[in-house]
């Protein structure tokens, strides 16, 4: 069996903005697409959002084609609204409007100082905050104190001020920790539907230009049977939202995609709406044993939760079940062979055990960093002594942090064991030069 794990580097390596400030400078650039009401041209507006930003071209160029579609709209409430050509973004605008949670990613500084954020690590600060504030105050009452900065500012400095949640308004005054829970997990489900759009309508209809070589050999092998083709496919577990695997990848094939491909954090899909979108955007546990099946007022921002609740991916866990079993067996016959007492030669026939029962499975990891959030995954797929793991690393830097980070996911000493010796386990591998793509 082969099975492929893809993190985020994938699509990058493919050169697209997948990024979460990627996302982030795109979201800019809507605002104004809507915002700016007093006439003014789309020149000024390439000028002004476009001209400078180094981004991918196509993106550029559909955002200055909406510009230039839009038109006043008003609403049986008679409220004047702008509308453009394009009904995806025009939804995907009233989903980061007023959202607390791009507020907040836009003034994080190390967004504004070096143009990275880490969404689920800030995720995780201010619900880290929030849940002490309650455990000290109770959810039902009202706000006495919010230990996070960003939100004291929002919500305690002016107690007139007037906070709006699904059609009702609330002076800051009156605001109960529960309600401010509720409203941040309203926009967290809003900023993902918003993610979903921007990387089905923008960035999936980017033509890609590069493939990997690595992948080409992996995600396919032909073999002959008999005098007959047949084609291997290799499992996929994808940590991408993105469809970009199956669309280089697969597509040309003409399958079903199901049986091999899982999507372990959800897929997006333009069709989806915020109820059935199914993208796992959260953070990771934060509470110590006791406390954590006590304090559940904020589980539903924690991945585990997200995964159960919207039903993502797990078909890896029978791969990892057959891997497993396939070991058990081996384990089995040997402990049988040494058992007999009339073999003369153990040796030779633990190696013929070997061979009929211990098949080698190959695990390759391609574009993703082995942070230790994805712990208990990666033990589950590379702790077996029946597969052989290849990490492709982008450079040194990238390489250096993957064994840093695999430190942390199963100890200096197994790490060790598995990558030095004659029949190692795991090996580093550089990523080949991407290739240009030909349409097939």
């Keep these: 069996m082969k099975i492929l794990v893809i993190g985020n580097g994938f699509d990058l390596a493919h050169e697209l903005p997948t990024k979460y400030p990627d996302f982030l400078e795109f979201c800019k650039r809507v605002f104004p697409v809507y915002e700016n009401t007093e006439g003014r041209g789309v020149n000024l507006y390439q000028q002004e959002y476009l001209f400078d930003w180094d981004f991918n071209k196509e993106i550029k160029e559909k955002l200055e084609s909406v510009y230039s579609s839009r038109r006043k709209n008003t609403t049986k409430e008679n409220v004047t609204q702008i509308e453009t050509s394009n009904s995806k973004l025009d939804e995907m605008y009233t989903l980061i409007k007023d959202n607390i949670w791009i507020e907040y990613f836009f003034q994080c500084n190390m967004y504004q100082k070096e143009n990275w954020i880490d969404f689920e690590s800030e995720i995780s600060k201010v619900i880290k905050a929030l849940n002490e504030d309650v455990q000290a105050f109770k959810l039902e ?241 590379i702790l077996n002594d029946n597969v052989h793991t290849t990490i492709f690393y982008h450079d040194k830097d990238a390489m250096g942090q993957q064994i840093a980070n695999l430190v942390k996911v199963f100890g200096q000493e197994e790490l060790i064991r598995r990558t030095g010796g004659k029949e190692k386990l795991i090996e580093f591998k550089p990523q080949k030069p991407m290739i240009e793509r030909k349409e097939e």
Aim: proline content about 1%; charged content about 30%.
């Design 141 to 381: 009452n009202n706000i006495q104190r919010l230990s996070n900065i960003f939100l004291s500012e929002k919500y305690c400095n002016d107690p007139q001020t007037i906070f709006t949640y699904k059609g009702k308004q609330y002076y800051s005054q009156k605001l109960t920790y529960k309600i401010l829970r509720d409203k941040l997990l309203d926009d967290l489900n809003r900023l993902v539907r918003a993610f979903e759009i921007y990387l089905t309508e923008y960035v999936e209809k980017i033509n890609i230009r590069v493939v990997s070589p690595d992948i080409k050999e992996i995600a396919a092998i032909t073999h002959d049977v008999n005098g007959k083709k047949s084609i291997l496919f290799s499992k996929v577990i994808s940590f991408n939202y993105s469809n970009i695997y199956e669309q280089l990848y697969l597509d040309k094939y003409k399958i079903s995609n199901n049986d091999f491909l899982d999507y372990i954090h959800g897929k997006a899909d333009i069709n989806n709406t915020i109820d059935t979108n199914n993208m796992v955007l959260g953070i990771d546990e934060y509470l110590g044993k006791k406390k954590r099946n006590k304090q559940v007022e904020f589980v539903a921002f924690k991945k585990f939760y997200q995964r159960i609740h919207k039903g993502t991916g797990c078909t890896y866990k029978s791969w990892i079940d057959t891997i497993k079993g396939e070991f058990v067996d081996y384990q089995t016959e040997l402990e049988k062979s040494k058992a007999e007492k009339n073999i003369m030669n153990l040796k030779a026939m633990a190696n013929k055990i070997k061979k009929q029962y211990l098949n080698k499975h190959h695990l390759y990891i391609f574009g993703h960093s082995l942070d230790v959030t994805d712990k208990d995954i990666l033990r589950d797929l």
